[in-house]
């Protein structure tokens, strides 16, 4: 990985991120944006689950109206994020926060996809039914967590090693 | 007139002293400031987009408004308690900093954006709450919240790129997960 990443520095993409002053910290600035905006969208599906919110309507209509806003944000996250890999290679490739973030996507990503299929599979019940199981409750919470530590995680990549010590790369 | 001396008061205050010496204080309060901020702009922008007509349209505003706009307290609440924290850790350099300033600028004017919308705006809401069109005034509103909290992250996000913050956590020791724990005990016994 360290070898990938230099060759990743190297590269005249790459430099040209990474030599402007204002490239890396604009990136970022719509990373946040979009990432608040998928927070706000997961959320509002996950009170209706809980039946903390939308209780008038039904959750095949909330997921419906919100899962565009979920897909649309982490295409625009992972756009985003491939720019800052490429821009600061180093940085991100080496770091313990970025490999536990990465590995925290796949699982949340996974339960989204997950409960969205589950969801269009199950209309008729879904549309009838105004609680939901305990376990798709437990769900919501766990997969809502799981997208707050993908966010903190990727904030922890700049103080990586401060925070895990000998399990983040000595530089 | 210059508060220089106040600010220096608060950098130097005990609670600005702990979260800029205390080992890896600082990146939790910054990450818990990152996830009010989630919380404030996610919720508030659904609002926002409703009140456009481009999200939501077949359910009345004050329905989507009342889903949401306690969570954008919530957000604000811990966005706000932590932003203090780190401003009191380096409250000087932050008193001067341009983008700092800037921000709170921007934040002044999401902040009087609300209020005149709640105040004269959302004063005849139950006319037009069902309609999919709400009116210009409406619309200018939730077009003028998107612009102004996109503009209050950005600035934001270039405090952190401007130079003379002492933002670097202490040197931390071999532990590892322990560091992150005793920090997160440090905290809770600072504020109970």
């Known amino acids: 990985m360290h070898e990938f990443a230099s060759w990743l520095a190297g590269t005249a993409f790459s430099q040209t991120i990474a030599s402007s002053l204002w490239m890396i910290p604009a990136i970022q600035s719509v990373h946040i944006v979009t990432f608040a905006v998928l927070i706000g969208a997961l959320l509002i599906v996950d009170l209706r689950i809980l039946g903390l919110a939308s209780k008038d309507q039904s959750l095949v209509v909330v997921t419906r109206r919100y899962a565009p806003w979920v897909w649309g944000c982490i295409a625009v996250l992972a756009a985003t994020g491939l720019l800052l890999i490429i821009g600061e290679p180093a940085r991100e490739l080496l770091s313990f926060s970025f490999w536990v973030k990465m590995s925290l996507l796949v699982v949340g990503m996974i339960i989204a996809a997950a409960f969205q299929i589950h969801v269009r599979n199950n209309q008729a019940s879904w549309g009838e039914t105004e609680t939901v199981q305990p376990a798709t409750k437990i769900f919501a919470v766990l997969s809502f967590f799981i997208w707050v530590g993908i966010i903190a995680m990727g904030r922890l990549i700049a103080w990586d090693a401060d925070i895990w010590g000998s399990l983040s790369p000595q530089p | 007139m210059d508060y220089y001396s106040f600010f220096a008061a608060i950098e130097n205050s005990a609670i ?4 800029r010496e205390t080992l890896n204080v600082l990146p939790i309060v ?6 009010g901020i989630a919380l404030v702009f996610g919720t508030i922008f659904m609002v926002d987009m409703r009140l456009i007509g481009l999200q939501s349209v077949t359910r009345p505003v004050s329905r989507v408004a009342n889903d949401l706009l306690k969570w954008t307290w919530v957000g604000f609440a811990l966005a706000a308690v932590t932003g203090l924290l780190m401003f009191a850790a380096n409250a000087t350099t932050f008193y001067v900093n341009l983008q700092f300033q800037l921000k709170m600028v ?16 959302a004063r005849n809401m139950a ?4 309609e999919r069109r709400t009116p210009p005034s409406a619309r200018f509103a939730g077009f003028a919240s998107i612009t102004l909290w996109v503009l209050v992250i950005i600035l934001g996000r270039w405090i952190g790129y401007t130079k003379g913050f ?17 920090a997160i005990s440090l905290v809770q016994t600072a504020v109970g």
Do not use: Y
Request: aromatic content about 14%; glycine content about 10%; hydrophobic content about 60%.
């Open chain 2, 16 to 19: 600005g002293a702990f979260v």
């Open chain 2, 30 to 35: 910054n990450v818990f400031h990152v996830l």
């Open chain 2, 106 to 121: 921007a934040l002044a004017f999401a902040g009087l954006n609300m209020v005149v919308f709640e105040l004269v705006t």
């Open chain 2, 127 to 130: 006319i037009w709450d069902g």
């Open chain 2, 166 to 182: 002492n933002f670097s956590a202490p040197p931390a020791g071999d532990l590892d997960l322990d560091n992150l724990f005793g």
